[in-house]
């Protein structure tokens, strides 16, 4: 690849690639690439067929690669320059199939002066140039043997699965002078145990059961490089995604939902999604339209929830992005940038909290900045959602919802109003037109100024009771609105 590789005494990354670069296998696109070229004949076989997608099932298995290991037999004959246009004609569509996070892991390994190579037993001739794409510095693949401008039929070298890999990649790292104490490797598969052993940083990425046992006997992290650091996946399927299976009005007997817009929530790209505060029951509310939409979210919330015993657990086993008001720190904002690069939906509520004593009630909704800060960086756009109702459900006086309630619901309502973009360069007037959004979505009764009754004032309060310095004066003048009596 480059000369720069052998002036490196840093570790390296090592990257598999068929079910870790990728979420499956790269058969199906080299396969396209070598028919279009004439090396390999006719439409794709049942076989063929089922072969990828078991592997994408289940990864790589004995039978599977004893198989692919007699597949230079089938390329002899074949013209090296035909296979270098396929590998050409593949390497865009493989870049573009490179999962969301194994991109900015990429880059993150680059920023540390990390040598990047990809290890893999797929064919060098096949595969280099998707490699050279995405920014490696060199490959380590199984090499077919070649004469007079043709493959051979043979293997030259380590076939580059197993513990020929590891044997590979410990000699590259000798040759190219490289510590494999601080180097990192990550794949899926059970059979690359050998090399995951030999480096300070083993990763099992989307792991094969096998992989996954032995990553848990030996306290190997394991990642899963299409959903956010943290987040864990079970048979493929995210909590978020599970819990949306049980988003079904029968799963929520004492509130009835009425959603309307769901179209208007994009079914894939970014995007940043808005909503005003009234109820602890906000984020269900949120959960149960985007399951209608069918995508997960990442939620911005504040710290004191993911700092709470089992329920901060959760919530980032759901994806949601811890946020430390009053800090200062931009930690929370990259989290959701890199989410919105990755191509996922972040969800916050610019109001920051729920609104307690008459700025509940008020129907001009006041909000911070972050939403417009973060949606014009990322040059996404912005959905309002707005949600009335549920603070008969969950008010901010009780500590739990009210689930007894099951002849007569309370109604909640979840509007989606058109996306807006916003350019960042005033961002208290963005986010002026972002809670204006918000407020568009509501009801007309939530834009009538009123006075509320003590007992409604009260459930706006953690303790269920208007504090003493707020009397009928008080409230009275804090509804007050300039040149009115």
Do not use: C
């Not at 794709?44 to 290991?69: K, Y």
């Not at 029951?281 to 959960?287: E, K, N, V």
């Not at 007894?404 to 509007?415: D, R």
């Not at 009538?448 to 009928?472: M, W």
Request: a negative charge; proline letters at 8%.
């Amino acid at each position: 690849m480059t000369d720069s590789v052998h002036a490196r005494t840093q570790g390296a990354a090592f990257f598999d690639l068929d079910r870790t670069l990728l979420i499956g296998a790269s058969g199906p696109i080299l396969s396209e690439a070598l028919r279009k070229v004439g090396l390999v004949p006719g439409q794709p076989s049942v076989i063929e067929t089922v072969a990828f997608r078991v592997f994408d099932l289940i990864g790589e298995t004995l039978p599977s690669m004893l198989v692919t290991r007699q597949g230079a037999r089938v390329t002899k004959g074949w013209a090296v320059e035909l296979v270098h246009e396929a590998a050409q004609r593949a390497a865009q569509p493989l870049a573009e199939s490179v999962l969301p996070y194994a991109t900015q892991l990429i880059s993150e390994h680059r920023a540390a002066g990390r040598t990047l190579v990809l290890a893999t037993t797929t064919p060098r001739d096949l595969i280099a140039p998707f490699a050279e794409a995405i920014g490696f510095d060199d490959v380590i693949a199984t090499t077919y043997g070649r004469a007079d401008g043709h493959l051979d039929g043979t293997i030259d070298g380590e076939f580059v699965w197993g513990k020929g890999k590891s044997r590979s990649v410990a000699e590259w790292a000798a040759a190219n002078d490289v510590d494999l104490d601080v180097s990192y490797a990550y794949s899926d598969s059970y059979y690359d145990v050998p090399l995951l052993s030999i480096v300070g940083h083993p990763r099992a990425v989307n792991p094969d059961p096998r992989m996954l046992a032995v990553a848990t006997l030996r306290r190997w992290p394991v990642v899963h490089l299409d959903v956010p650091d943290g987040v864990p996946k079970f048979a493929g399927v995210e909590p978020q995604q599970a819990l949306q299976l049980l988003a079904r009005p029968q799963t929520f007997p004492y509130v009835r939902f009425h959603v309307d817009g769901v179209e208007r929530i994009p079914r894939v790209g970014p995007a940043v999604l808005v909503a005003n505060h009234r109820s602890y029951f906000d984020p269900l509310a949120i959960g149960y339209l985007l399951a209608q939409r069918g995508r997960p979210v990442r939620f911005l919330g504040k710290r004191e929830v993911f700092d709470a015993p089992v329920v901060g657990d959760v919530a980032r086993a759901l994806g949601g992005i811890r946020v430390e008001r009053g800090s200062g720190s931009d930690e929370p904002l990259q989290a959701a940038e890199a989410a919105l690069a990755a191509g996922e939906l972040v969800a916050l509520m610019p109001q920051g909290t729920i609104p307690r004593g008459p700025a509940f009630f008020d129907p001009v909704l006041q909000g911070r900045w972050g939403a417009a800060k973060l949606a014009a960086a990322a040059g996404v756009p912005i959905v309002p959602i707005g949600i009335w109702g549920t603070e008969a459900v969950w008010p901010r006086s009780s500590k739990v919802p009210n689930v007894t309630n099951l002849l007569n619901p309370p109604h909640v309502q979840l509007s989606v109003g058109d996306p807006l973009i916003v350019d960042g360069v005033d961002l208290d007037a963005d986010t002026e037109r972002i809670m204006a959004a918000i407020v568009d979505q509501l009801p007309p009764e939530a834009r009538l100024a009123r006075i509320p009754s003590d007992e409604e004032l009260a459930r706006t309060y953690p303790s269920g009771r208007v504090p003493d310095d707020l009397d009928d004066a008080g409230v009275h003048e804090a509804f007050r609105r300039p040149g009115t009596d």
